[in-house]
């Protein structure tokens, strides 16, 4: 039976090929040729090295059916060499000159892309950058100057506001800075010669605008507006004209919830208890009962926590935070041993120099604590919080909460909060320097804007009073 079947089909291609029968052409739809001129290769990636320095270029091949990827060459072994990281090719500059970087369709020859490098000289760029003030008022202006030495090639610059307290018009070496929201921000100026990337950054301070908004400058004025109590919701923008002493004021549980803005100007509100509940010790207490809003430098000092404050979660600022803390000085002494507390279930409460809770989305950045290590209460508070909102550790752990500390500096060495039966421990403290003694450390390892702070050798960071 198959014989008989190839029998006829051999005659009837006979019978065709007498009759006038054509063979297949190369305009065939279904040649090889036909399945292959539509495959593109194309190269992208820097286009300057250095001698002796190697870079990353890709490769794509599209509309190849077959995925039959690419060979790669150069047209000058001399000038660069290469090598082939699946869809990359890895190029190294060895001496100075130009060649072309040639990556080839294996499934068409015929199909390549050209690219061309040029080596330069090993040489060691130095970027500058000068700003023409560093302290403005929101909507003022900085005007920036860039500039490179020891480099020939081409420059092309990238200007960014690293914490978008402003916006940046840029004209190649030079462009304007226009601040806009409050606060402490880092400008970078950055070029890339291969696969080197060279920056410069310089510190700016954006003073707020405070028309409008409604002063403090006695102690009668932070109890009238701050600390006005029964678990008021204040919001409205204030700012300080002086350093405030409350002459040992004691702040119970029922304080605000602030949900504005307060601008400290670098003073600090002083000498002052935080009392808590003296009925319940599981109720928080804080300066305020909670912070929703955004506190601008400004410090909390002389503070103590005591026996009547040793409540779950208690702090200095608050007990629970979903706002944004920036440049903030906090100085407690906690006078209570709160493991003298301890339950059956041998549970007790911790508190905080900071903040009891952090919460989902919050930014600390650029926090100094100074914790009393000689008080009998030193080692049941946390130097940043007590209880973190979420993490992965606990019994019915709920999803970890997402929070910003960034540029956090203290004495203490009792950081992260208290693992507990709904969350872990702080997960992440890249952003905490800790342990640190204020008499022995160079002022030039804080991260600190010195528009802000006032920075010295063997000395704590202290906030600069500015007033308007």
Same mark, same amino acid.
């Given at each position: 039976?198959?014989?008989?079947?190839?029998?006829?089909?051999?005659?009837?291609?006979?019978?065709?090929?007498?009759?006038?029968?054509?063979?297949?052409? $190369?305009?065939?739809? +279904?040649?090889?040729?036909?399945? #292959?001129?539509?495959?593109?290769? %194309? =190269?992208?990636?820097?286009? !300057? @090295?250095?001698?002796?320095?190697?870079?990353?270029?890709?490769?794509?091949?599209?509309?190849?059916?077959?995925?039959?990827?690419?060979?790669?060459?150069?047209?000058?072994?001399?000038?660069?060499?290469?090598?082939?990281?699946?869809?990359?090719?890895?190029?190294?500059?060895?001496?100075?000159?130009?060649?072309?970087?040639?990556?080839?369709?294996?499934?068409?020859?015929?199909?390549?892309?050209?690219?061309?490098?040029?080596?330069?000289?090993?040489?060691?760029?130095?970027?500058?950058?000068?700003?023409?003030?560093?302290?403005?008022?929101?909507?003022?202006?900085?005007?920036?100057?860039?500039?490179?030495?020891?480099?020939?090639?081409?420059?092309?610059?990238?200007?960014?506001?690293?914490?978008?307290?402003?916006?940046?018009? $840029?004209?190649?070496? +030079?462009?304007?800075?226009?601040? #806009?929201?409050?606060?402490?921000? %880092? =400008?970078?100026?950055?070029? !890339? @010669?291969?696969?080197?990337?060279?920056?410069?950054?310089?510190?700016?301070?954006?003073?707020?605008?405070?028309?409008?908004?409604?002063?403090?400058?006695?102690?009668?004025?932070?109890?009238?507006?701050?600390?006005?109590?029964?678990?008021?919701?204040?919001?409205?923008?204030?700012?300080?004209?002086?350093?405030?002493?409350?002459?040992?004021?004691?702040?119970?549980?029922?304080?605000?919830?602030?949900?504005?803005?307060?601008?400290?100007?670098?003073?600090?509100?002083?000498?002052?208890?935080?009392?808590?509940?003296?009925?319940?010790?599981?109720?928080?207490?804080?300066?305020?009962?909670?912070?929703?809003?955004?506190?601008?430098?400004?410090?909390?000092?002389?503070?103590?926590?005591?026996?009547?404050?040793?409540?779950?979660?208690?702090?200095?600022?608050?007990?629970?935070?979903?706002?944004?803390?920036?440049?903030?000085?906090?100085?407690?002494?906690?006078?209570?041993?709160?493991?003298?507390?301890?339950?059956?279930?041998?549970?007790?409460?911790?508190?905080?120099?900071?903040?009891?809770?952090?919460?989902?989305?919050?930014?600390?950045?650029?926090?100094?604590?100074?914790?009393?290590?000689?008080?009998?209460?030193?080692?049941?508070?946390?130097?940043?919080?007590?209880?973190?909102?979420?993490?992965?550790?606990?019994?019915?752990?709920?999803?970890?909460?997402?929070?910003?500390?960034?540029?956090?500096?203290?004495?203490?060495?009792?950081?992260?909060?208290?693992?507990?039966?709904?969350?872990?421990?702080?997960?992440?403290?890249?952003?905490?320097?800790?342990?640190?003694?204020?008499?022995?450390?160079?002022?030039?390892?804080?991260?600190?804007?010195?528009?802000?702070?006032?920075?010295?050798?063997?000395?704590?960071?202290?906030?600069?009073?500015?007033?308007?």
């Amino acid at each position: 039976m198959k014989k008989t079947s190839l029998f006829l089909a051999l005659a009837c291609l006979t019978l065709l090929s007498s009759c006038g029968g054509t063979e297949t052409s $190369s305009e065939d739809p +279904t040649s090889q040729s036909s399945t #292959t001129s539509n495959i593109k290769v %194309t =190269i992208s990636g820097e286009s !300057t @090295v250095m001698v002796g320095k190697t870079i990353q270029l890709s490769v794509r091949v599209s509309r190849d059916s077959s995925d039959g990827g690419f060979t790669a060459s150069v047209s000058d072994s001399s000038i660069l060499s290469y090598a082939v990281d699946g869809d990359y090719i890895n190029v190294t500059g060895l001496k100075i000159g130009t060649a072309n970087v040639i990556a080839t369709s294996v499934t068409d020859p015929t199909v390549s892309d050209e690219y061309e490098i040029s080596v330069v000289a090993v040489q060691n760029p130095v970027l500058s950058l000068s700003a023409d003030n560093t302290m403005i008022m929101q909507n003022g202006t900085i005007n920036l100057t860039a500039s490179v030495t020891d480099y020939d090639g081409a420059v092309s610059y990238t200007w960014k506001s690293l914490y978008s307290k402003g916006s940046i018009q $840029s004209n190649g070496e +030079t462009a304007v800075y226009t601040g #806009t929201r409050i606060g402490s921000d %880092t =400008i970078q100026v950055s070029f !890339t @010669v291969g696969s080197e990337v060279y920056a410069q950054t310089v510190e700016v301070y954006v003073n707020a605008d405070h028309t409008g908004w409604t002063a403090i400058s006695t102690a009668e004025d932070v109890y009238d507006n701050l600390l006005v109590g029964n678990n008021t919701t204040i919001g409205g923008n204030y700012y300080l004209t002086n350093d405030i002493d409350l002459g040992g004021y004691q702040i119970y549980a029922d304080s605000t919830d602030f949900a504005g803005n307060l601008d400290g100007q670098g003073y600090s509100i002083k000498n002052f208890e935080i009392m808590g509940n003296t009925e319940s010790d599981h109720t928080n207490g804080g300066f305020f009962c909670s912070i929703s809003g955004n506190l601008y430098a400004i410090g909390f000092e002389e503070a103590v926590i005591g026996e009547t404050g040793s409540a779950w979660g208690t702090s200095v600022l608050c007990c629970a935070c979903t706002g944004n803390l920036e440049n903030i000085l906090v100085d407690v002494s906690h006078t209570y041993n709160n493991a003298l507390l301890i339950d059956e279930n041998e549970w007790f409460p911790f508190n905080a120099a900071l903040v009891g809770i952090f919460k989902e989305g919050t930014t600390y950045r650029n926090i100094v604590v100074n914790v009393d290590e000689t008080a009998d209460g030193y080692g049941t508070i946390f130097a940043d919080n007590a209880y973190p909102a979420g993490g992965s550790a606990g019994t019915s752990a709920q999803n970890a909460q997402t929070f910003t500390v960034e540029n956090f500096y203290t004495n203490s060495d009792v950081i992260g909060g208290s693992a507990w039966e709904w969350g872990s421990t702080v997960e992440d403290t890249s952003g905490y320097t800790i342990d640190i003694s204020w008499s022995t450390t160079s002022a030039t390892e804080y991260a600190l804007n010195s528009e802000v702070w006032t920075l010295a050798n063997n000395s704590m960071p202290t906030l600069t009073g500015r007033g308007e």
